[in-house]
């Protein structure tokens, strides 16, 4: 392997390069991912945090505005040294290199958990690099250990270490483009200012139990599910939805052009048909949009056509029936507003499909640029191929807030709650029953209009002991929520939500 003093120097380049590869897929991951506390911004944030306050303000006296690029750079200067040490240990051992990785993870992971404002998801990225790390590690370090890389196959291990180098700086470039365009789209629709009203709760709504989820959904606790890998950065100057297919009259709308349309609002429940009996995929907002009614009617559908399929920018698609669209009553929508800003980027901005009653899987397409009037019978879409049913109305469904399964609770008058939703039909009654006993009915909240989950609240007493307690619907037009349990697939999850818990 040629003088030791090189294999010295090969070894930790080869270090150098596995740490800069971990790092870049890190940064890419959390581009993407719109996620800002990445591991260098959470390493350096983390020594601010940690530094005492009078060191801080002498350094920064020192450095001046250079402060926090020099932060950056030590802590990228550090990354270097050690994953250099990584390599060089590795000529010593295979474990080495392992160590040295998941130590500098773990410390990278740490530090974004630590982070206040960190959600659990932000660690993700971190988990992505240091997986890339171990592997990476074996891989390519794994070559260097005793009895170290042979003169014969030392060109292929700088080869190896020459493709691992550039895979780096296309994942690192990719990711500044990635983070560049979403920083851009994220930066107009800050700036955005649109006609849209921001409401509280109605009054009545809350039914004031504690542990009930919230009537009205933050955008930041909004459920999410889509297939976007990268949240589309579609800028609202760039959109545009081209309405065509079985038409008198194809439209294609701006922005500005939808806008233009006059917006109407309205509370809306959503939910994932993959929600579970219990579950939480379901969320309610403040939604502000064109009526979709409207906009067909401009287009003027043929005869024979029963279906739109609807396109997203990153190329999703889903069918949804022309009836619920054109339907004056539902209140389907295209949505530039959810709870008073515009659409989170992660929500569809600039636009989304919104229609009550429906699944999102059928109806809810975000980023949506294309819509085609046809037949059910002429496409299939995205989840229809993949074992989904084509049609997917909401099914009636209840739910126990409180208590929560598992709960201890003090023996004696014990106040429950949850909410029901069966969006377009709306919700009549809500009843309990505890251990096996009668139904009761519960109170429910005040909702404004069909569309939106209701809160239920009851009391019951609870002696010392475990019970079980279950909820059940009953929907505006008299069908009462079935027993029958049903999985998700292939249209949507069935059966009362059952919780066991104990009183002492
Ligand atoms: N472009 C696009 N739109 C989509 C999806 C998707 O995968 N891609 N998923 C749908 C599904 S399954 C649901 S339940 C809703 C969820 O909307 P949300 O993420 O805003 O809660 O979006 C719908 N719209
Ligand atoms: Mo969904």
């Not at 901005?349 to 949506?368: D, H, I, N, Q």
Request: aromatic share 8%; hydrophobic share 50%.
């Amino acid at each position: 392997m040629g003088s030791p003093r090189r294999g010295w120097w090969l070894a930790g380049a080869a270090g150098v390069v596995t740490g800069a590869a971990g790092l870049a897929v890190s940064l890419l991951a959390s581009a993407a991912m719109g996620i800002r506390i990445n591991p260098v911004v959470g390493i350096g944030e983390a020594i601010i945090e940690l530094t005492p306050g009078s060191l801080a303000e002498r350094a920064i006296q020192a450095v001046g505005q250079w402060d926090k690029p020099l932060l950056v750079s030590g802590v990228l200067v550090g990354l270097v040294l050690l994953s250099f040490l990584a390599g060089v240990l590795a000529l010593r051992s295979t474990a080495w290199p392992q160590v040295v990785f998941v130590l500098l993870a773990a410390i990278g992971a740490a530090a974004v958990l630590t982070r206040p404002q960190a959600r659990p998801t932000d660690v993700l990225p971190v988990v992505l690099g240091g997986l890339v790390w171990i592997a990476l590690a074996g891989w390519v370090l794994g070559r260097l250990a005793p009895p170290g890389v042979a003169a014969d196959s030392r060109r292929d291990f700088l080869r190896l270490v020459g493709w691992v180098a550039a895979g780096s700086v296309a994942i690192g470039l990719l990711g500044r483009i990635v983070g560049r365009g979403r920083a851009r789209v994220e930066a107009e629709r800050a700036g955005l200012s649109l006609p849209i009203s921001r409401t509280a709760a109605p009054p009545g709504s809350e039914v004031g139990v504690a542990g009930v989820e919230p009537w009205v959904t933050p955008n930041t606790d909004f459920y999410r599910i889509d297939t976007a890998l990268v949240v589309p950065s579609v800028a609202a100057g760039d959109w545009s939805l081209r309405i065509h297919g079985m038409v008198e009259r194809e439209l294609t709308l701006t922005f500005d052009d939808l806008l233009a349309r006059g917006l109407t609002e309205q509370w809306t429940t959503l939910n994932c048909v993959s929600n579970t009996v219990g579950g939480d995929l379901i969320g309610n907002a403040w939604w502000s949009g064109v009526r979709l009614a409207g906009l067909l009617a401009e287009a003027r559908p043929l005869r024979g056509a029963d279906a739109v399929k609807q396109t997203s920018h990153d190329g999703w698609t889903c069918g949804t029936p022309l009836a619920a669209l054109t339907d004056r009553k539902r209140g389907a929508m295209l949505a530039v507003g959810m709870n008073g800003e515009p659409l989170p980027l992660e929500h569809g901005f600039p636009v989304r499909t919104l229609v009550p009653g429906l699944y999102g899987f059928v109806s809810a397409c975000k980023w949506v640029v294309d819509m085609e009037v046809t037949r059910f019978a002429d496409f299939d879409a995205y989840w229809s191929t993949r074992g989904w049913s084509e049609q997917a109305p909401v099914k009636l469904a209840s739910r126990i807030d409180a208590p929560e399964s598992g709960d201890k609770v003090a023996a004696g008058t014990l106040r429950i709650g949850g909410s029901a939703w069966q969006q377009y039909v709306g919700i009549a009654a809500v009843d309990f029953q505890l251990d096996g006993g009668a139904w009761q009915p519960a109170t429910l909240g005040r909702v404004p209009g069909n569309s939106t989950w209701v809160q239920w609240a009851g009391s019951v007493e609870v002696a010392p002991g475990d019970h079980v307690l279950v909820v059940r619907a009953t929907s505006a037009d008299g069908e009462v929520q079935t027993a029958v349990r049903a999985r998700p697939a292939p249209d949507g999850a069935t059966g009362w939500h059952t919780v066991s818990f104990t009183a002492r």
